[in-house]
């Protein structure tokens, strides 16, 4: 038995990555955005902050992580999608696909080698952003629990984007084809998902008063892809007492307790993983000779 972790393709992945120029440039980039951004939010809270206010330091502090997160986020939804986008389609154009397919390892071990390397890398750069964002933790306003969401929610959502990105490499045929693609899907859900879901409340009427549990249940499931909002309704739900696993809301028959936004959206990308990891399985199974 083959152990994805002792597989020679997430062997040679994991040492180009590393050990090539684009991993500093793209480490250093990554750093120096979000600590560009994070310096210019606490200049500007600093101006405006108000003498000898107690408050200063918990808004300074929440300004910090919130900034560090977005921005991390941000990064992730666009880098993991391109650190796969040629995983497979690359090794057709160096014209070893072939020869990759003839070896000893199996289709799994392949995607599961390629995927594993460019989430390895996803998480070097979210580890590399955390120093960055502990320094809310000197000014307060920031809770253990809250650090945790928004650890995972980058997790899942760097998994997530680069098993999208594993997929169309085995769909197209050229690296750009596929990285256009793989952005391409990233834009949509960040687009769509909002979009559909404003048209189709303002159809059904679901902002005329409390909604439905029907409506909770399906369109806030449906608003949870979009991992901006996900962790966004999070971080209201907490900031309104709710606790990290359930959430209170208001319907039509009274209120409802409803898993936690971060939660459902953790589970939605572990589904999309699953799904683009068995679509990529399925087009890289090498051809049976009927001979």
């Not at 391109?82 to 070896?103: C, F, H, N, P, W």
């Not at 189709?200 to 608003?223: E, K, R, V």
Request: charged share 10%; proline share 5%; aromatic share 10%.
């Amino acid at each position: 038995m083959h152990l994805p972790i002792v597989n020679p393709v997430l062997t040679r992945e994991l040492f180009g990555r590393i050990r090539g120029r684009n991993a500093w440039f793209i480490l250093t980039g990554y750093l120096t955005i979000i600590g560009a951004i994070t310096l210019l939010v606490y200049a500007v809270f600093v101006s405006s902050a108000i003498p000898n206010d107690p408050e200063t330091s918990l808004r300074i502090g929440k300004g910090i992580f919130f900034t560090v997160m977005t921005v991390s986020l941000i990064q992730v939804c666009f880098l993991s999608p391109s650190l796969t986008a040629g995983a497979i389609v690359s090794e057709k154009e160096r014209q070893t696909y072939d020869l990759l397919l003839a070896s000893l390892l199996s289709p799994l071990q392949i995607v599961t080698g390629k995927l594993l390397a460019a989430i390895a890398f996803a998480l070097l750069l979210i580890m590399a952003s955390l120093p960055i964002a502990g320094l809310a933790l000197l000014f307060g306003g920031i809770t253990g629990q809250e650090v945790f969401i928004g650890v995972v929610g980058l997790l899942v959502t760097a998994i997530a984007y680069a098993a999208i990105g594993i997929f169309w490499s085995t769909v197209m045929r050229s690296t750009l084809g596929a990285t256009v693609m793989a952005q391409g899907t990233v834009l949509v859900i960040l687009l769509l998902v909002p979009f559909l879901y404003f048209v189709i409340s303002l159809l059904i009427g679901a902002f005329d008063g409390p909604p439905s549990p029907l409506y909770i249940y399906i369109m806030g499931t449906f608003l949870c892809l979009h991992p901006f909002i996900a962790l966004g309704m999070t971080v209201g739900a907490l900031e309104s007492g709710n606790g990290p696993l359930l959430w209170q809301l208001s319907s039509s028959i009274g209120d409802l307790f409803v898993p936690s936004p971060w939660l459902v959206y953790s589970v939605l990308m572990i589904i999309v993983t699953i799904v683009c990891l068995g679509l990529a399985l399925r087009r890289i199974q090498p051809a049976e000779d009927d001979g």
